[in-house]
Each structure stands twice: as C-alpha cells, then as structure tokens.
C-alpha cells in the first residue's frame, strides 16, 4: 500500500483481503494501522495515532494525528478526527468501523457521537490486541462510552448529522455577479476587504470564496446556528475546503481551518508551507467566530499565506 494514500476503493480493498488471506476488508483495517501511522504529523508530542475505517459505500480511510506547533494544544485534530472528516471530504454517507492504534480518548469518544447511530459504531483497539493478527475483536462504541450525551439530547430526528447531507441555506448576496461586491460593501467599515482589495484580487478569489461558501454550507453547526467554512488554495492552484464541525458538548468541536487541512493532508498537498492564500466565509456578528482564530492559525502553518474573510447571509427562499 501507498503510505501516503488516505482513501482506498472498494475494489482495491477487497484485493488486498484476498491477498493476504482475510474473510473480510473488516479484518484488513487493523493491519493498515501501522503503515498508516507513517502519515501522522505529531511534531508536539511524538506520539504517531492513526484509525483506518470501513465506509459504507465499501471504501476504507484512514486518519491520523495533526499537532501545531505555538497553538494550544486544542487546536489539535485526533485521528479519529481527520477519519470522520476525510470520509466527509469524499462524500462517504457513513462509517461502518474503524481500528485504531491507541484507546479513543473521551474528547473522540464525544465526537464520535455526531454520528447517527453512534453507539452501534464498532471499532478495534490495536494497542489492546498485543499485535496478535488473529485478534479482530471490535466492540460498539457503547461499551466505550456507556452514559452517552450527544445529538439525541438537544436535537430532533430530523436534524441532519455529521456525514449527512447539511444545506444551511448561505449567500453572499443578491446574484452570483453582485455577491462579491456585495460582501466587500458590508464589510467596507470592518476592515475585512476594503484595504487593498482590488477588482483583480476580487476575480482571483471568486472560485476560493464560493468553496468556502460551500463549505459553510456544508457545515455541521446546529447548536450555535453558526456555520463557517474554509477554502485553502495552495501554489499549485489547487484548492481544499473544510466546514465547522460542531459536538454536543462543545468542547470537541472542530474548527474550519482544520477541517481543510484535513482536506489538504489528505488529498496529498504536502508541506502545510505551500498554502498560499485561504478565504473563509461566516456570519457577520455570530456568536461563534472564527476570524481570529484562523488567522492565527494559518500564520503560523503558513506564514505567508493570505487569508480574507468574507461574510454570508441566510439566503431568502
């Protein structure tokens, strides 16, 4: 397998279970868990996770660990992070099981409930297995987390989870020619677009605003009511985009400026120092915002790139 590779098809994880002699790709993501901890990037703590996980539609993924350096030690995606966000990243609508190298901590075991029917999530703890190949014990994530508070607490069936289709109905403006220019209107007296930004930075980052609008769009965030995304673009032009991710409890909840570096790292976009320019897009005035936020953390990942932020409406039925 390609270590760098964070997605296998259905196909290609089917051939690599009969190569090995596996009943079953369920039995071939403990075996993955090693190689893929080659891909973690923990300059903090040294301490290399990975999760490699079954999708519903028949792919595997995998995730690893993401430390930066001078942020607090929040800002940190665990594994189990980047895996529910890289099936979200390729439009994976579920997560069967996944193995992982070390015990999910509380704060995964907290996010792992934005799932829908979470607690029949099954999953394998390599660590707990003495590196025994005939030992493919995987256990619900309710025997993990037996006194569970999640969605069910605070939300109806109806509300669309992490992994489901979200549409939170943002704009920029009025048309697709005048949303930019409205956007640099509203934020003229914030400081935001209206220094130095010119007719031709506003044509440069028209697709990169639009991805963040996807995003925002995309965003999982119906406890604030605050989604966000973020669109990076890196020097080869291409871009990544990643939507606010929220949790029952708050505190696990994931940033838009991780979530597309998740994206970043996981469609191979190497070195975090190729991100060039990024654009975000929430909501003026929310009561969670991201700003400041992704500003301090893309300067220090990036130091030179350049990020805008732009504000979005709920766009009128």
Same mark, same amino acid.
């Given at each position: 397998?390609?270590?760098?590779?964070?997605?296998?098809?259905?196909?290609?994880?089917?051939?690599?279970?009969?190569?090995?002699?596996?009943?079953?790709?369920?039995?071939?993501?403990?075996?993955?868990?090693?190689?893929?901890?080659?891909?973690?990037?923990?300059?903090?703590?040294?301490?290399?996770?990975?999760?490699?996980?079954?999708?519903?539609?028949?792919?595997?993924?995998?995730?690893?660990?993401?430390?930066?350096?001078?942020?607090?030690?929040?800002?940190?995606?665990?594994? =189990?992070?980047?895996?529910?966000?890289?099936?979200?990243?390729?439009? &994976? $609508? *579920?997560? %069967? #099981?996944?193995?992982? +190298?070390?015990?999910?901590?509380?704060?995964?075991?907290?996010?792992?409930?934005?799932?829908?029917?979470?607690?029949?999530?099954?999953?394998?703890?390599?660590?707990?297995?003495?590196?025994?190949?005939?030992?493919?014990?995987?256990?619900?994530?309710?025997?993990?987390?037996?006194?569970?508070?999640?969605?069910?607490?605070?939300?109806?069936?109806?509300?669309?989870?992490?992994?489901?289709?979200?549409?939170?109905?943002?704009?920029?403006?009025?048309?697709?020619?005048?949303?930019?220019?409205?956007?640099?209107?509203?934020?003229?007296?914030?400081?935001?677009?209206?220094?130095?930004?010119?007719?031709?930075?506003?044509?440069?980052?028209?697709?990169?605003?639009?991805?963040?609008? =996807?995003?925002?769009?995309?965003?999982?965030?119906?406890?604030?009511? &605050? $989604? *966000?995304? %973020? #669109?990076?673009?890196? +020097?080869?032009?291409?871009?990544?985009?990643?939507?606010?991710?929220?949790?029952?409890?708050?505190?696990?909840?994931?940033?838009?400026?991780?979530?597309?570096?998740?994206?970043?790292?996981?469609?191979?976009?190497?070195?975090?120092?190729?991100?060039?320019?990024?654009?975000?897009?929430?909501?003026?005035?929310?009561?969670?915002?991201?700003?400041?936020?992704?500003?301090?953390?893309?300067?220090?990942?990036?130091?030179?790139?350049?990020?805008?932020?732009?504000?979005?409406?709920?766009?009128?039925?």
């Amino acid at each position: 397998m390609d270590h760098t590779k964070f997605v296998l098809e259905a196909s290609e994880a089917e051939l690599m279970a009969q190569s090995l002699g596996l009943s079953s790709v369920l039995q071939l993501l403990p075996i993955l868990i090693q190689p893929a901890k080659n891909n973690a990037r923990p300059p903090i703590s040294n301490f290399h996770v990975s999760a490699v996980g079954l999708g519903s539609d028949g792919r595997v993924f995998l995730g690893v660990n993401l430390e930066f350096p001078g942020l607090p030690l929040h800002h940190t995606v665990h594994a =189990e992070q980047f895996l529910l966000l890289n099936l979200a990243v390729h439009n &994976c $609508p *579920s997560l %069967v #099981a996944f193995a992982v +190298s070390a015990a999910p901590c509380g704060h995964c075991r907290q996010f792992l409930q934005e799932l829908r029917n979470s607690s029949t999530l099954q999953i394998h703890i390599t660590s707990l297995s003495n590196n025994n190949p005939h030992d493919m014990t995987f256990k619900p994530l309710a025997e993990l987390l037996p006194y569970p508070f999640g969605p069910f607490d605070l939300l109806d069936d109806e509300t669309p989870l992490l992994l489901e289709h979200h549409n939170n109905g943002l704009s920029l403006g009025l048309t697709r020619s005048q949303k930019l220019e409205t956007v640099r209107e509203k934020n003229s007296d914030h400081g935001y677009l209206s220094n130095g930004f010119s007719k031709e930075t506003e044509k440069e980052y028209s697709h990169v605003t639009f991805a963040a609008l =996807e995003a925002a769009n995309e965003s999982h965030a119906p406890y604030s009511g &605050c $989604p *966000s995304g %973020v #669109a990076l673009v890196d +020097s080869d032009g291409k871009v990544y985009k990643g939507s606010y991710v929220e949790s029952a409890a708050y505190n696990p909840s994931l940033g838009p400026v991780q979530a597309a570096l998740v994206a970043f790292v996981a469609m191979g976009g190497g070195e975090y120092e190729k991100i060039v320019a990024a654009a975000l897009v929430e909501k003026e005035k929310a009561k969670v915002r991201q700003d400041d936020t992704a500003r301090l953390l893309l300067n220090l990942v990036s130091p030179n790139c350049d990020i805008k932020v732009f504000h979005c409406i709920v766009a009128e039925n």
